[in-house]
């Protein structure tokens, strides 16, 4: 058996892998890191899976094909932060998004091989944090077998039932430039734009009776040139948290748009998930974005991880080491549980 490791052991473990800078772009000398652990830990099939210069998907296998995979991106978000222990605290970027989930995972999957679990394997992938590169590659994979999917995110160990979408985009605003103080000689961009914001704002979104309601988030306006004149040009950056299909929100997004003169550009999107969480975990639902959305098109997904996601980006963020052990627990018997259920 697979000896467990003390708090300390696992304190140093993460804080040393805290240490590498592997922010969005700057994966590599993370994803050489974990190779080399892997390989020792007993994952010998090792396939580097291209997604741009410099960077990989790594996914690892043992002499077995996988039927269960531990998945996670190893990007984080900037900026790289000191890295300290604080009692029973590690803080550090990426200590719970998701640097220490996959440390948990790592822990469990030694124990899956101790015991002579063969069949698991790992799928590590870059840029979930900006664009999902590398699970949109991910897909390309030939993985022939792949029975189920565990995706670490920080979700305070409850297994995920459903996630939000996701709708991006930027509204534009265009005007006549002309002196202030005479309205009949121009248009002011931010007045259509103020009242276009305001159409969306206050629309009647749809609402769902797990993931609760559609919301939305003006991120950035800008515009004008002076206030002493009328605008010539105006936008904001908007993101809605969806729980229903995007193609329709958009086209009532890009309507309302329409009636205030305004135009809608450059949207990027994702569909809400909806899992098949095991019985007999807790659960819940999260109303942020996760490589899941793509990583479904490999093999059903379990969404779960150690941490908590409001920590995950903060210059505080840390994570409870009795938290990532349990996290340990939770990944060994939900893997175990997967392999189990061979349909």
Same mark, same amino acid.
């Given at each position: ?64 094909p996988a039927r269960v995979l531990f998945s996670t991106h190893v990007d984080t978000v900037p900026p790289f932060l000191p890295v300290r222990r604080q009692d029973d605290r590690i803080y550090g970027r990426g200590a719970c998004d998701t640097k220490g989930g996959l440390l948990a995972m790592l822990e469990a999957a030694k124990r899956l091989l101790a015991r002579g679990q063969r ?79 305001? %159409?969306?704002?206050? +629309?009647?979104?749809?609402? !769902? $009776?797990?993931? @609760?309601?559609? #919301?939305?988030? /003006?991120?950035?306006? *800008? ?43 450059? %949207?990027?999107?994702? +569909?809400?998930?909806?899992? !098949? $969480?095991?019985? @007999?975990?807790? #659960?819940?639902? /999260?109303?942020?974005? *996760? ?43 939900? %893997? ?8």
């Amino acid at each position: 058996m697979a000896a467990h490791p003390s708090p300390d052991s696992l304190a140093n473990h993460l804080q040393s892998w805290l240490r590498i800078d592997s922010t969005s772009g700057q994966e590599r000398a993370f994803l050489e890191t974990l190779e080399t652990e892997l390989v020792q830990a007993g994952f010998t099939q090792i396939t580097r899976q291209p997604v741009a210069e410099g960077r990989w998907n790594l996914l690892a296998t043992t002499d077995q094909p996988a039927r269960v995979l531990f998945s996670t991106h190893v990007d984080t978000v900037p900026p790289f932060l000191p890295v300290r222990r604080q009692d029973d605290r590690i803080y550090g970027r990426g200590a719970c998004d998701t640097k220490g989930g996959l440390l948990a995972m790592l822990e469990a999957a030694k124990r899956l091989l101790a015991r002579g679990q063969r069949e698991v394997g790992f799928l590590l992938v870059v840029g979930e944090e900006v664009d999902h590169c590398g699970a949109k590659t991910s897909v390309n994979l030939n993985l022939d077998g792949l029975e189920r999917i565990l995706l670490c995110e920080p979700t305070r160990n409850k297994v995920v039932a459903a996630q939000k979408g996701m709708l991006k985009f930027t509204l534009h605003t265009e005007g006549v430039a002309g002196h202030s103080a005479f309205p009949d000689r121009g248009v002011s961009a931010i007045e259509r734009l103020l009242n276009a914001l305001q %159409a969306l704002r206050t +629309d009647d979104w749809p609402v !769902d $009776p797990l993931l @609760g309601p559609t #919301t939305l988030n /003006v991120g950035t306006i *800008t515009g004008g040139v002076a206030a002493n004149v009328f605008a010539p040009a105006a936008s904001a950056q908007i993101l809605m948290r969806a729980v229903s299909p995007i193609v329709p929100l958009l086209e009532r997004v890009e309507a309302l748009a329409r009636e205030h003169e305004a135009r809608i550009e450059g %949207a990027v999107f994702n +569909d809400p998930v909806f899992f !098949d $969480p095991p019985a @007999g975990y807790d #659960t819940d639902t /999260v109303p942020f974005n *996760t490589d899941a959305t793509y990583l479904s098109q490999l093999a059903p997904v379990w969404l779960v991880g150690p941490g908590d996601i409001r920590l995950a980006h903060a210059d505080h963020e840390h994570i409870e080491l009795s938290d990532l052990q349990a996290g340990i627990e939770l990944y060994d018997a939900l %893997a175990s549980q997967a392999l189990a259920d061979r349909g």
